[in-house]
């Protein structure tokens, strides 16, 4: 089974996968042969730190093992993607892939013959969000009624975190003047607005009032942070989202624990002081990648 985006997964699949993830957690031993003899191949594009460590680790302690390779040091940069996807999937029983292109992904995933995971493209990151949605329910104890705001530019993180809410009956209000070109995604919006847990509005202050998490995520993804050809629109970003920074005048309207996929740019999106206060579970929230994408792994290998 793919996991593409959270938009191709029912409410109960999502629900079962974080129950497992919660048990995975809090009995990992229970879990050192469920993959047992399989091969994961984990394909990035882009940097990491806790996408390729957390899955390299999650299979060594599912007893299986992860080979990770590095795009630029592959021959998929000289062929086809679907052709190289084919054949790495005859080497392995899943893959992890990090592409900048969400239309690229998909290419790897009609080529591959084993599941496909997507470990982060310009329009999804939905591990990331299963991730996040198991802190929210140990934080809080259930989701259900749980309110996410979120603040920042739409893009990836925010789109696969408005999937997993709508399907889990957590309220999601989103607070973000713009889309990031890249990630827009009507078919997802609409889903969100027909589902009656899913609110739009520019008052950070009122909504990071009424919330009980407050995420956010850098307003320039990681290709393009410090790429000079990129340095205008940078500059026109950080000047246009700042009025929605995490800070800590906001944190003084709001009792809403503090979120983050990581990496932060501390002085842009959210402030140093915010980072390193109580209310921040982003240590946390960047642990339990570890234990969601075992229970993906899981799930999408057929354990
Ligand atoms: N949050 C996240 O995916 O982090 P990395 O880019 O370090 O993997
Ligand atoms: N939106 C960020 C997420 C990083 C994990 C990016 O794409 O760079």
């Known amino acids: 089974m793919d996991l593409i985006t959270l938009k191709d ?49 999650g299979m060594t302690q599912l007893g ?9 040091s592959t021959n998929f940069t000289l062929a086809d993607i679907g052709d190289e996807a084919q054949v790495l999937s005859r080497y ?31 329009r999804y990151h939905p591990c990331q969000a299963v991730g996040d949605l198991l802190t929210i329910r140990e934080v809080a104890g259930k989701l259900d009624g749980a309110h996410l705001v979120y ?52 008052d950070l202050v009122a909504a990071a009032a009424a919330a009980d998490f407050l995420y956010t995520d ?12 990129f340095r205008e629109e940078r500059e026109r970003r950080i000047a246009a989202f700042t009025p929605y920074q995490i800070n800590e005048s906001l944190l003084e309207k709001s009792d809403a624990y503090v979120m983050h996929c990581l990496p932060a740019h501390k002085g842009y999106e959210v402030t140093a002081g915010v980072m390193a206060s109580e ?15 075992k229970a993906i792994l899981m799930r999408s290998m057929g354990a």
């Open 218 to 229: 850098t307003w320039i993804d990681m290709e393009f942070f410090e790429d000079d050809s």
């Open 151 to 202: 603040a920042g530019i739409r893009n990836n993180v925010c789109n696969s975190l408005i999937a997993a809410c709508i399907k889990t009956g957590v309220r999601i209000t989103v607070v973000a003047p713009e889309v990031n070109p890249a990630s827009d995604d009507p078919e997802l919006m609409e889903a969100a607005r027909e589902s009656g847990l899913f609110a739009e509005t520019l």
């Open 64 to 72: 299986g093992h992860a080979v990770y390779l590095d795009w630029r």
């Open 9 to 57: 997964w029912t409410s109960e699949e999502l629900q079962a996968t974080l129950d497992e993830a919660m048990d995975v957690k809090d009995h990992p031993d229970l879990y050192r042969q469920s993959l047992v003899g399989q091969s994961l191949g984990m394909l990035f594009q882009k940097t990491s730190t806790r996408t390729r460590t957390s899955f390299e680790v």
């Open 92 to 122: 392995v029983d899943g893959i992890v892939a990090r592409m900048m292109r969400h239309d690229d992904l998909l290419d790897l995933a009609s080529g591959s013959e084993v599941p496909v995971i997507n470990g982060c493209c310009d």
């Open 279 to 293: 209310r921040s579970i982003v240590i946390d929230q960047a642990e339990n990648r570890l234990h969601a994408q």
